[in-house]
């Protein structure tokens, strides 16, 4: 009788936990300008930014300085909402810009800079990971 090893099925499974991270969106954020300013991001699944009923998932408050970068992951590939102090040259607290948000999908990463005022087009530059070789592939933003 032929039987099947029983530790050739350990990295069958091992493999199949793995998966999960391809769920992971991530967004990039640059701080190109100032030279410390205080960042709220928002990971939902609501349109709405402050909502925090059912769809909010985690707020992360944190400070970024000049030329510094921020990854921050939505893990099912929720949209993630992010604003910064409305003067961050004299911040004073409670006073916000704005929300910018970025709705993601699953595996994908997006890229773009904090100064970008709220409301205008965001100019997120999008990297999908590629399944069958598991490197990045540039995707026109819109």
């Known amino acids: 009788m032929n039987r099947f090893p029983a530790w050739l ?10 998966s999960g991270s ?8 640059d ?14 699944n609501s349109a ?9 998932v985690e707020t992360k408050d944190f400070v970024m300085t000049k030329g510094q970068t921020m990854k921050i992951q939505a893990p099912k590939g929720e949209s993630i909402c ?5 003067n961050p040259n004299n911040p004073a607290p409670g006073a916000w810009s704005g929300w910018s948000r ?8 997006a890229e773009t ?11 997120l ?7 069958s070789r598991g490197e990045f592939v540039d995707v026109a933003a819109s």
């Open 113 to 123: 800079d904090l100064s970008r005022p709220a409301g205008r087009r965001l100019g």
């Open 9 to 18: 099925c350990i990295p069958l499974l091992l493999s199949s936990c793995s």
């Open 48 to 56: 709405d930014c402050d909502n925090r009923g059912k769809e909010y």
């Open 125 to 131: 530059r999008l990297r999908s990971v590629h399944q």
């Open 102 to 109: 970025a709705p993601l999908a699953p595996g994908q990463t």
């Open 31 to 44: 701080n190109p300008t100032w030279d410390r300013v205080n960042v709220q991001a928002v990971i939902t």
């Open 82 to 86: 992010w604003r910064h102090d409305r």
């Open 22 to 29: 391809s769920q992971t969106a991530t967004l990039i954020l």
